[in-house]
């Protein structure tokens, strides 16, 4: 029953290191998207993917970029972090049950 | 365009009384609605969703919702609310296949049950 799982759950980075979030889900789902929350702010989408091999922006791109090598895993990299990146992230997947399942959460601080 | 407001961002009610958790949406063509709950440091958790037909949806820990297409509404409801039921609900939206198939979501209602 694992699900989506996000590594790491923490992270502090320093203004300009890049690091890389994963995601991996074990529900074969086509469909999988990175939110970032905020307070105030709600859910933004900031990259979405509609199958292996392909990838979208969202609402919110700038500063990310991503990647679906394999169906499972979805990779979510900041090139060159900056404090406005401190944030809460979140992976979600789904099928054509139109239910999204998300991870537990990746907390990113950025000093 | 599709987009949802959840108009209160807060939302007090004393354990025993019944509470509203109130989403309106705006979409081109039938919604698909959902309902969300986030527990603190938690990812977010389905609760329940509207396709079609019946107007009153029940889901998960004795929440409901109903849909009004008249008012674009899809209001989440309990009878008896639970000090455990404090947490952060979403509304999302999205239109059937064919459309976008990328749910939009509302900016959250903190729901707080007094003891």
């Known amino acids: 029953n694992a699900g989506v799982t996000q590594t790491p759950k923490f992270r502090v980075l320093k203004t300009g290191q890049s690091m890389t979030l994963l995601c991996a889900q074990d529900m074969n789902h086509e469909y999988m998207y990175w939110y970032r929350q905020d307070p105030g702010m709600g859910l933004r989408l900031i990259h979405y993917s509609v199958g292996e091999g392909t990838t979208a922006k969202g609402e919110v791109p700038d500063g990310y970029n991503v990647s679906r090598l394999k169906k499972q895993n979805f990779l979510l990299g900041l090139e060159s972090a900056a404090p406005s990146q401190t944030s809460v992230y979140f992976c979600?997947?789904?099928?054509?049950?139109?239910?999204?399942?998300f991870g537990a959460g990746s907390r990113l601080t950025v000093l | 365009a599709q987009s949802v407001a959840q108009p209160e961002d807060q939302v007090n009610v004393a354990e025993g009384n019944p509470l509203t958790v109130k989403c309106t949406y705006s979409?081109?063509?039938?919604?698909?609605l959902f309902w969300y709950v986030q527990y603190p440091n938690r990812g977010l958790q389905f609760l329940l969703k509207?396709?079609?037909?019946?107007?009153l949806v029940k889901g998960s820990y004795g929440f409901e919702a109903e849909f009004n297409k008249s008012q674009t509404s899809f209001h989440l409801k309990k009878p008896s609310a639970l000090v455990s039921d404090s947490a952060l609900y979403f509304c999302?939206?999205?239109?059937?296949?064919?459309?976008?198939?990328?749910?939009?979501f509302g900016r959250g209602t903190s729901l707080i049950v007094h003891p």
């Open positions: 999302a939206v999205r239109i059937p296949p064919g459309g976008s198939y990328i749910p939009t």
């Open positions: 979600a997947s789904h099928s054509g049950a139109n239910v999204l399942t």
């Open positions: 509207y396709i079609t037909g019946d107007n």
């Open positions: 979409v081109s063509g039938n919604p698909y």
